[in-house]
């Protein structure tokens, strides 16, 4: 079914009964040529570049929820590309130019909104550094521009200027990023992947992998033994625990990054807002809750839930930035379980496992990453060799030393 403006106000005036579902709920099949454990964001986006861009179909995504029931549905919904680093900034710039024609190729609306981001800074340091990273952005072929304190101000007049202990020098305006609805970003995905032939597997949780001569041959699963010839782990926060089963030690910890929404208010906020000394960022969603986070909660866990402390943390920061979201009442809050890797960037590669690949690491950026990483990690699988834009994402980096320290914060996951 392709939807469109008329057949909206169709089933509207009939009582919306002749919608159909959007993807099959089928039982797994004895075997398959790929599967894709992780039925998030990305491992939908890998299924459907598999079948849209390599021309597989005996492909099953197993995810042991519901679609879009983990990270996907628990973020703040930023799309940015502003990276510093080679091999960063050249993947996330494909995943945006991705993310802008992402509608039209999934037939979904994603509610794609690029409202522009403006990272704040607060002294002459981060000045230059931002500086750099504009530069960085352009000659990458993305926008930035820097604005002074006044140029902010015409932006964001209702920040507080006048604070004396982080004063507002200025910010980095990158006029391409902003957000999307995370769940329909899902759907989209797996509309799209089921009408190419993908099996979209739900509660079917994945207990084992099979490797014969180290070889993968399939996994083990709560609804019986399915046979693969290729298998992605492709599971955010649960990555280490994935790869346990076949013998694998990643380098990756697991730690909860918590988000709240507010009440319904009317349109004030119209950019994405990031705080430069209180890693605090915000927007407004279109149902007008202001969208915020900051911090991990600094402590592994495989838990979906936070601490009260970092509740006071984000909002102690709120409340320095703008004051005036003091009188806005949060609605929720939630937790989503981040995949930490040592240097801050994330891991699409194949593994020691013959037939095995990991899409993992991905820190703060997974969401924003969606398309690309679901790109890459499908023509990783389809071809057995790495995209040109994440060939930087090597899982052997750990060894080599070639890290990609995005953020200069080193092993210390929690500054990431």
């Known amino acids: 079914m392709r939807y469109s403006g008329l057949k909206v106000i169709t089933q509207g005036l009939f009582g919306n009964a002749g919608w159909k579902p ?9 075997q398959y040529d790929a ?10 986006a890998t299924a459907y570049y598999l079948a849209k861009n ?3 179909s005996n492909i099953a995504v197993l995810e042991k ?97 006048e604070q004396t202990r982080f004063p507002i020098y200025g910010g980095l305006l990158h006029r391409r990023g902003g957000t999307a609805r995370h769940d329909a970003v899902a759907w989209g995905y797996a509309r799209g992947a089921d009408r190419r032939g993908v099996d979209l597997i739900q509660n079917c949780e994945v207990t084992g992998i099979d490797i014969e001569n180290g070889r ?3 996994v083990q699963t709560t609804r019986g033994a399915i046979k693969a010839k290729k298998v992605g782990i492709v599971v955010a926060g649960r990555s280490g625990q994935v790869a346990a089963m076949a013998g694998l030690r990643l380098p990756i910890e697991s730690h909860i990054l918590q988000a709240f929404v507010t009440e319904g208010l009317k349109p004030v906020i119209d950019h994405v807002i990031s705080f430069g000394m209180g890693h605090f960022y915000i927007s407004q969603s279109d149902k007008g809750g202001l969208v915020f986070g900051g911090d991990l909660d600094f402590y592994a866990s495989y838990a979906s839930r936070g601490n009260l402390p970092m509740v006071e943390h984000v909002m102690e920061a709120g409340m320095t930035l703008m004051p005036m979201i003091g009188r806005a009442k949060v609605l929720r809050s939630w937790g989503g379980i981040m995949d930490m890797t040592p240097d801050g960037s994330p891991i ?10 990991l899409d993992a690491g991905w820190n703060y950026g997974g969401f924003k990453a969606v398309p690309a990483s679901g790109w890459c990690m499908a023509h990783l699988m389809a071809t057995d060799q790495s995209h040109e834009v994440a060939r930087r994402f090597r899982l052997d980096r750990y060894l080599t030393g070639h890290l990609l320290d995005e953020e200069g914060t080193g092993s210390q996951h929690n500054l990431h």
């Open 65 to 161: 929820g519901y679609l879009g029931s983990g990270n996907i549905g628990r973020n703040t919904t930023i799309v940015r590309a502003n990276y510093f680093l080679q091999g960063n900034s050249e993947f996330y710039s494909h995943s945006l130019k991705l993310w802008e024609g992402l509608e039209s190729d999934l037939n979904y609306n994603v509610m794609h909104s690029q409202r522009g981001l403006i990272n704040l800074f607060h002294s002459d340091g981060q000045r230059d550094a931002f500086a750099r990273r504009g530069n960085m952005m352009i000659s990458q072929g993305d926008d930035a521009e820097l604005l002074d304190r006044e140029g902010v101000r015409a932006h964001l007049p209702y920040l507080d200027f």
């Open 54 to 56: 390599h021309g597989l």
């Open 216 to 218: 993968v041959t399939g």
């Open 348 to 357: 699409i590669d194949r593994t020691p496992v013959e037939g095995l690949y």
């Open 35 to 44: 599967i894709i454990i992780g039925g998030g964001g990305h491992g939908l």
């Open 22 to 30: 959007a993807w099959r709920d089928p039982a797994p099949k004895a």
